[in-house]
Each structure stands twice: as C-alpha cells, then as structure tokens.
C-alpha cells in the first residue's frame, strides 16, 4: 500500500518564477491538504481540497493555489516566488467526514528554496 | 494568541528518563489531537490520536484536559532513539481536517 507520494523532493527557483508541486494520496483517501513549514516552525494549513474543490483555505495569498484531480492526487502552484517561500511544503492525505476527526498522513514533502 | 501552544525546549534528558511535554490551545470548539512525531528533515507522523480524556501506547500517554484546554505527552523509560521534535495538533472546528500545528518541542535524548 503506497503512502503519500510527493514531487520533487527538492527544488530551487529563483524570485518571480512560479512552481508546481505534486502529491498523490494514501490509497483510499480521498482529501488532500497542502502545508508550508518554514525552518523551526509547526507547518501552517495552506489549503484543501477534497472533490477536486477547495474546501478550505489558511491565511496564505492567492498566489497560492491548487488543484486536485478526479484520481484525488493534488497540485500546489505558487507564482511570483518571494524569497519568503522558501520552505518545506508538505502535503497530507486523510479521509474526510469520519466520526472521530481525521488522521492526516504526510508525504515526505518537497524543500523548496527560492534564490 | 497563537491557537496551539508548546514550549520549544529543548529538553535534554538522560536514557531512561521520564519526560512530559505540554500543550495549550484556544480554539474550545477543536474536538481532537494528535501528537506528531517528526525527525530532522523529515515529515511529520502520527504518534497518537487523543479523542476523549486519553490514550496509552506502550511508553506513551497522551491526556486532554477540555476544562483547563491543555494537551499533555508523556514519555516513559526514554530512549535513544525518541529524540525527535514532537508536534503538538489541534483539529480545527467541525472536524473538517484543517490541522493547526504547535512550534514543536525538540526533544534529545542523551546516553
């Protein structure tokens, strides 16, 4: 059984260029969350989708945006790169609507750096 | 105020040890918690899942205290092996799958 699957591990982009992210979920999940850790910080909720629609959204621009396809795999796009994007950006796969709150499992995520 | 709070640390102790972190949260409508695990450079995964008063896992125990909203883990006959940043998770309201993460606390367990 595959877990979460995330690409590429590492990346390096220089200001002002846009990026994609790639996730596929656990087997069976059907709902995709993307995160942002920033070095010697707890992540902080990006986005997640979850019927190929965001459902729900943190406090991060709209230069952030994403995409879940019918497989249920998930894209995370960010334009117009800062210097302050620069982190690891994880992606979390869970089952939504179950009774007692849902178990996220994360993929290894992908270490962005912006130069 | 932010929604859920740990102490960095770190905490350093010796093989064998006891150690217990603490977490406090301000969202009362959060339902559940987990505590994460996380290795350097590494993702976060799921240690235990704290659904009602608490939970037990071999040397672990997580307990929640709705009244005073605070989250505890407890580690018992340390090891190597346990050092590791542990992240404290609320849910956010409704359950809906936003997790709202703690800083971390660092953990490093010494021979």
């Known amino acids: 059984d595959a877990g979460v699957t995330q690409s590429p591990t590492h990346l390096i982009k220089t200001r002002g260029q846009q990026v994609t992210l790639r996730c596929s979920p656990k087997s069976g999940h059907d709902t995709v969350s993307w995160y942002q850790q920033a070095l010697g910080q707890g992540p902080q909720f990006i986005f997640q989708?979850?019927?190929?629609?965001?459902?729900q959204r943190g406090n991060f621009p709209d230069r952030f945006s994403g995409h879940q396809f019918p497989n249920y795999s998930s894209e995370l796009n960010v334009n117009a790169l800062l210097l302050g994007d620069s982190a690891l950006y994880l992606c979390a796969s869970s089952l939504l609507f179950r009774d007692r709150g849902t178990e996220a499992f994360f993929g290894q995520g992908t270490r962005l750096t912006v130069v | 105020r932010k929604e859920v709070e740990q102490d960095p640390g770190p905490f350093n102790v010796p093989e064998g040890a006891t150690v217990a972190f603490n977490c406090t949260y301000s969202n009362s409508a959060s339902q559940s918690f987990f505590w994460y695990r996380q290795d350097c450079r590494k993702e976060p995964k799921l240690l235990m899942s704290v659904y009602s008063s608490g939970n037990e896992d071999g040397r672990f125990t997580a307990q929640l205290n709705r009244a005073s909203q605070y989250i505890s883990l407890l580690i018992r006959d340390s090891k190597l092996s346990d050092s590791a940043t542990y992240l404290c998770v609320g849910h956010g309201s409704g359950n809906t799958g936003k997790l709202i993460f703690g800083q971390g606390t660092t953990l490093q367990v010494k021979p």
């Open positions: 989708y979850y019927e190929e629609e965001e459902r």
